[in-house]
């Protein structure tokens, strides 16, 4: 029987946003896999160059939609440092709280994520239910569930509500209590242990040959975390742990995100403890939004994503537009050549659970 | 963790996932349960029509171009105002907000509504009013802007400016001008709306020349200044930029959209920036100004701004052109009567050298009517634009005014100015002086004097006095009076005077009675007295600056019969063309009520005068 070639996505409920890959196969086996991205591309990074720096704010959330808060500081971090700012400690603190709130939402939504190729549908839906509880938090924070564009260049857009501090806590709280639950679905489960342990195998000096950062490389005993190695916002000034596994498979990618909801939870708390009152933001530049200059230079900043590093390398000329901007989106190593070099050889249900724990989210790769 | 082996479950799992069959589910039931969205939820947008001002900032900002302008017929035509609302297009909204949070009124918000169901794609696409996408009463409102969220930048650049104790010791100019650092910042906070273009008489092209600042560039500034719209014929040029750039009386700043919620931009000392930091001999090669000759010569009567600035676009079009000017100097008005504490001399130098670079020949102490014969005017030339002004001076009429120490505002004033040029004698610096009047007029003359009492006696005893009862409805500009009080004047609104009291032959002070009314309820004026309340103002001077009168002396009377006077003043088409079709008028004798209102109808004037030559010459 000859190769028989089929296409994964970009509409597949196993499928993690608008995504494809081209598969040929034997029987269930995969023999070749190619990645085919492009189906979302708006050419995030070309637009930017075309629109004033302010307004770009509502353009990088969108780079990713599961976890927008990851640009929006990786955007408003190049500029700050271009400009020099200081920004006010209790935007710092505020900022730190909403990147972690958005890692555990972005855990839950894996969790959900991985269901679907599974057939463990309760995953999927609690998994989408208690992020919702986190995008209520959020839209209290922010006026908005998804795209926040809340984190600008010189702080946060606005304070903090009032009560959203118990709200959090309270949310914390039950998420804490989700989480014996949420283990004996998925990580007691014999159906999870079959079809993720030993799967979707990952190296260590593969994972680090390829630039696989994140869960991918930390499944793989590297404890490599933009957060302790090169700490931003005030992550050196609270206590958590950076969880790391040896196996490389699947199902230790996932059992990270699993462990890393905690830390999550203990840093916002420390966060909360710690925040003090004060102003959240500072003008970085001169005048209006319309007339928003950021000095002349380049600068690469890079943040800790769900699914690894995330940076972006800013070029100004001092205009009221970038001159450029290039992201390097935590999802391209490990999806572009990962699907080339790993799918081959693995069955055809086992692509997505590739793609689910080592993160994938589309409109990274097609920036 | 080895691969494939069996999950370690409890034996009692499956008993336990009952729980969740009691427990509350985390769903719930839409649509019969509502959902309340968060305070702060940024959902469809409202519009308070009553504060909007159809600015367009809004749009401006919009990263996804969801939102357009739209000309909304019913909305009538104010100053400050464009007659445009936001529409909104949410097949292209982000929802960021951003709109509001620089929304130069506040009248834009979001409301905490997030669902909208229609059939018909055109629903999507929306004029918000302050009932919203849904047409409701008290939509709650979600997002609005705070303090934190704020896109603008609502104080301006304070301006560094001598104090009134030391600035009232000579007649420098207490206006610093802004340093580039300072013009580039003050720049930034402009939003474009051009509503100050709208305002401006001469619609200068102001957004674009402000934009020119915060770029850097004084030459493509300067070109704005000087040449407006160079492809609309100079739509918006002002040849007094130096000059407007310090004494404007700056409706653009009125009309600025950011006096809405903060300070407007100092639109008129980004102007006095570009012309300042640009010396007068790099004009030329900066504007590159090269008119085709025409071959036919304009007369202008009067070196005012409406005559000097007639003269530079006339030229700009290849117009031979010829004032004449009855003082010794040319600059009218700007020279003659503002002090030169606002306007120093070398400003209007300036400003009247390039006009004469571009080959416009002023005549000085040539008086028309005496000198040289209007008749010979029409004769010589092909078209005459007139300017005198307003060179008169309006009295009282009451008693006492007959007396020489009750003197007229304009001629001090010209008496002072000459006199600090070197080129008169020294005036009369009484130790006490009452001035009647409360107009920027009144304002000089007191201010003035202020400075020669300081420099003669040490001490000011300036009195003004107005029939307007408060600043506010006095007609001289706020600054004025600020700095008038500053500068030791004060100030006695609401009276009018009765009579110049006059003792041994010398005037001794002013009566006046209450002034309980000044216009009537239809906005004319109507001044009511309350003839019981009385007071005194003593003052060895008086000064009437009350309003000043054209001079029309020079024109012939068969001229003066053809042509149509309303109210002292000369009745012309848009193109200030009178009744006889090669004379055209413009300035005070004709609308303007200030500088910049003459060069517009210089401006103006020449257009019409180019009009009426070239269908001449087709004729």
């Known amino acids: ?367 | 963790m080895k691969k494939n082996t069996t999950a370690e479950k409890d034996f009692f799992a499956p008993i336990k996932a009952w729980k969740f069959l009691f427990k509350k589910p985390v769903t719930i039931k839409v649509p019969y349960v509502k959902r309340e969205a968060a305070e702060r939820y940024r959902g469809f947008h409202i519009n308070d029509w009553e504060k909007c001002i159809g600015c367009g900032t809004c749009a401006k900002i919009c990263p996804t171009d969801a939102i357009k302008m739209e000309e909304i017929r019913e909305i009538p035509q104010k100053y400050g105002e464009k007659p445009q609302r936001p529409v909104i297009d949410y097949g292209r909204c982000s929802f960021c907000a951003m709109c509001v949070d620089i929304c130069t009124t506040g009248s834009l918000k979001m409301t905490r509504e997030y669902v909208h169901i229609s059939k018909d794609p055109e629903d999507f696409i929306f004029i918000p009013t302050e009932k919203g996408i849904h047409g409701i009463e008290n939509v709650p409102i979600g997002w609005t802007r705070d303090e934190n969220s704020d896109l603008l930048e609502l104080e301006r650049v304070e301006m560094e400016m001598l104090q009134g104790s030391e600035r009232v010791k000579s007649f420098i100019e207490y206006v610093k001008g802004y340093s580039k650092e300072q013009a580039m910042h003050e720049a930034a906070r402009c939003v474009e709306c051009a509503i100050c273009t709208d305002r401006c008489p001469e619609h200068m092209q102001i957004p674009e020349y402000i934009k020119s600042i915060w770029k850097d560039d004084l030459n493509e500034a300067l070109r704005w200044l000087m040449k407006g719209k160079e492809s609309e014929n100079y739509f918006g040029a002002n040849p007094f930029s130096g000059v407007c750039g310090r004494v404007c009386t700056h409706k653009c700043e009125e009309a600025c959209s950011l006096n809405n919620r903060g300070e407007a931009i100092a639109i008129r000392w980004l102007k006095r920036y570009i012309v300042d930091n640009i010396p007068e001999e790099d004009y030329g090669k900066i504007l590159d100004i090269k008119p085709s000759p025409k071959n036919k010569k304009v007369a202008i009567v009067g070196s005012g701004p409406a005559g000097l600035s007639a003269a530079y676009f006339l030229a700009t079009m290849g117009y031979e052109v010829d004032v004449y000017e009855s003082l010794g100097k040319p600059g009218g008005v700007m020279r003659y009567g503002i002090p030169s504490y606002r306007l120093p001399d070398e400003i209007l130098d300036k400003d009247i050298a390039f006009i004469q670079a571009l080959g416009v020949k002023i005549f000085v102490g040539v008086a028309v009517g005496k000198d040289i014969k209007f008749e010979e005017l029409k004769e010589k030339y092909d078209a005459v634009f007139v300017s005198t002004g307003f060179s008169l001076g309006r009295s009282t009429g009451i008693p006492g005014t007959e007396h020489p120490d009750v003197v007229q505002a304009l001629p001090l004033l010209r008496e002072i100015r000459d006199y600090l040029r070197n080129g008169g004698a020294k005036p009369k610096v009484p130790k006490s002086l009452v001035v009647i009047g409360g107009g920027n007029v009144a304002m000089d003359v007191a201010r003035s004097i202020a400075r020669l009492q300081m420099q003669e006696y040490g001490k000011v005893d300036v009195k003004v006095t107005s029939l307007e009862r408060n600043y506010e409805e006095m007609p001289a500009d706020m600054e004025e009076i600020e700095e008038g009080l500053e500068e030791g004047v004060k100030f006695y609104p609401g009276w009018g005077p009765i009579k110049v009291k006059v003792e041994n032959d010398k005037v001794i002070g002013v009566e006046l009675k209450k002034c309980v009314q000044v216009f009537d309820e239809n906005g004319k004026f109507s001044p009511q007295f309350n003839e019981n309340e009385k007071t005194f103002l003593n003052g060895e001077m008086v000064v009437e600056a009350i309003g000043q009168a054209p001079d029309y002396s020079y024109l012939p009377e068969d001229i003066k019969n053809k042509i149509e006077f309303i109210r002292g003043r000369l009745l012309t088409n848009e193109y200030r063309q009178t009744s006889i079709k090669w004379l055209f008028a413009g300035g005070d004798i004709v609308n303007g009520p200030d500088i910049i209102h003459g060069v517009a109808d210089g401006y103006w004037a020449a257009r019409g005068i180019d009009e009426y030559l070239s269908q001449k010459k087709e004729g």
């Open chain 1, 1 to 367: 029987m000859g190769e028989v070639k089929f296409f994964f996505g970009p509409n597949h409920p196993g499928m993690h946003g608008n995504f494809s890959v081209h598969m040929y196969v034997e029987g269930d086996t995969v023999v070749r896999a190619k990645p085919v991205p492009g189906f979302l591309h708006r050419g995030f990074e070309k637009l930017m160059e075309r629109r004033l720096w302010y307004q770009n704010l509502a353009l990088v959330p969108r780079i990713c939609v599961p976890e927008p808060d990851i640009n929006e500081m990786c955007y408003a971090m190049g500029i700050e440092k271009l400009a020099g700012v200081e920004v006010p400690e209790r935007a710092q603190w505020i900022r730190m709280i909403i990147l972690e709130l958005a890692r555990i939402a972005n855990h839950f939504m894996s969790f959900a994520g991985i269901g679907g190729p599974l057939g463990l549908y309760t995953g999927p839906f609690w998994g989408v239910a208690d992020r919702d509880k986190i995008l209520d938090i959020f839209e209290s924070l922010t006026g908005a569930r998804i795209y926040h564009m809340y984190i600008v260049p010189g702080g946060v857009r606005k304070d903090m509500p009032p009560k959203i501090q118990d709200m959090i806590l309270k949310t914390l709280e039950y998420i804490e209590s989700r989480l014996d639950d949420y283990d004996n679905i998925i990580f007691k489960n014999r159906i999870v242990h079959t079809r993720l342990k030993g799967i979707a195998l990952l190296d260590r000096n593969t994972a680090l040959e390829m630039g696989v950062t994140g869960i991918g490389i930390r499944a793989t005993g590297v404890p490599y975390d933009i957060r302790k190695i090169d700490p931003y916002l005030f992550y050196d000034k609270v206590e958590f742990e950076v969880p790391v596994a040896t196996e490389g498979d699947a199902y230790s990618r996932l059992r990270l995100k699993f462990l890393e909801i905690p830390q999550s939870i203990k840093i916002i708390k420390q966060a909360l403890e710690k925040m003090p009152e004060g102003k959240v933001n500072v003008p970085i530049s001169e005048g209006n939004a319309l007339r928003f200059r950021v000095p002349k230079g380049q600068v690469y900043v890079h943040v800790e994503a769900t699914r690894g590093e995330y940076g972006y390398f800013i070029v100004s000329d001092g205009g009221e537009k970038p001159y450029r901007v290039t992201i390097r989106g935590a999802s391209y190593p490990q999806t572009l050549y990962g699907i080339e070099k790993y799918l081959p050889g693995t069955r055809i249900e086992d692509v997505p659970i590739w793609l689910d724990t080592m993160g994938i989210c589309s409109p990274e790769v097609d920036r």
